[in-house]
């Protein structure tokens, strides 16, 4: 039997994922998300490409919020470019 889906954003879909816009998220857990390598995340980091990110106690965090925003953001991105393909 299929699960039903909801509404709620990719970010809150699994269990123990953060689920308020304040919460934080390691390399690990928006890698897992993203469905991409670590790597791929440091990578997006270091060319200012990915989502705002910050040290905190020395490791990377990400701010859900700042995610949410930066998903939306490519999203509206890719719309525009689809609008002006002839």
Known sequence: MNTPRTSEPALGLAAGRPKSPDD???VAQLADVLGCSHQALY???HSGNGPASFLLTGKVRYRR??????I?????????RANLKP
């Open 24 to 26: 934080l998220l390691t």
């Open 43 to 45: 990578n997006l980091r």
């Open 65 to 70: 919020s700042s995610v949410d925003s930066w």
């Open 72 to 80: 939306s953001d490519a999203e509206a991105a890719d719309a525009r």
